[in-house]
């Protein structure tokens, strides 16, 4: 497998970074093409992390605190309302639909099945190269779980969404040459690990 078709499986290259994450306007507000949304999402980002270190708050803290604020606000409004003969707050009826439950049910089952059947996989030997690719992405979760808390990572997470796809789209050409070599000298020293821990393969090739 040459270079070239080593990014075309990578990279899928027939596609722009645009088109692959989607082409609407989540993806003019990552590749930063609506600057104003963009910008206000990291400055939110920013401060949101700041009152949240400053103040010691939590996730559920603020949740709980917007909740009831609003609530208040809405409570107050249509009592007032009905006081003052005015319009109520124009609200619809909140309610999932059975289709809606339906379908996240759908969504949710088929990717439990996924991670069962991999687990199973795994857990019965029976795909080396998939065992290592999950210990990996579970060491760099343990990792960044071990270095910073749940709502830094949401903050950083969401940093990283506007940062690495603009930045990608911007030096393409030169970060795909330096992926694809990392992913051959990957490649090859799982070969290297493959025939070590698997040495009947050898003999038979």
């Known amino acids: 497998m ?12 027939e596609r722009t970074v645009h088109e692959i ?4 306007i989540v993806a003019d507000v990552m590749l930063w093409r609506k600057k104003n949304a963009s910008v206000g999402i990291v400055t939110v980002t ?13 996730i559920l803290t603020l949740l709980s605190s917007v909740l009831l604020l609003l609530l208040s606000i809405l409570f107050l409004w249509s009592k007032s309302a009905s006081i003052l003969n005015r319009p109520s707050p124009p609200l619809t009826e909140f309610q999932v639909s059975e289709a809606m439950a339906e ?3 759908k969504l949710l089952r088929i990717h439990v099945n996924k991670l069962l059947q991999v687990s199973y996989d795994i857990a019965m030997g ?8 999950v210990a990996v992405y579970l060491f760099l979760i343990a990792f960044i779980g071990s270095i910073m808390d749940f709502q830094t990572l949401c903050h ?7 940062a690495v ?21 990957a490649k090859e020293l799982y070969l290297r690990f493959k025939i070590w821990a698997y040495p009947e393969h050898k003999k038979l090739s």
């Not at 040459?2 to 290259?13: D, H």
């Not at 994450?21 to 609407?24: F, I, K, Q, R, T």
């Open 126 to 133: 029976r795909d080396s190269e998939l065992f290592i690719k």
């Open 46 to 58: 920013i401060g949101s992390w700041m009152v949240f270190e400053t103040f010691s708050y939590t």
């Open 165 to 185: 796809p603009a930045f990608y789209e911007r030096y393409e050409d030169c970060i795909d040459g330096s992926i694809v070599l990392l992913y051959n000298k």
């Open 103 to 105: 379908e996240a049910s």
């Open 21 to 24: 994450l989607g082409g609407g």
């Open 2 to 13: 040459g270079m070239g078709s080593s990014l075309e499986k990578l990279f899928n290259k």
């Open 156 to 162: 950083a997470g969401v940093l990283v969404v506007m």
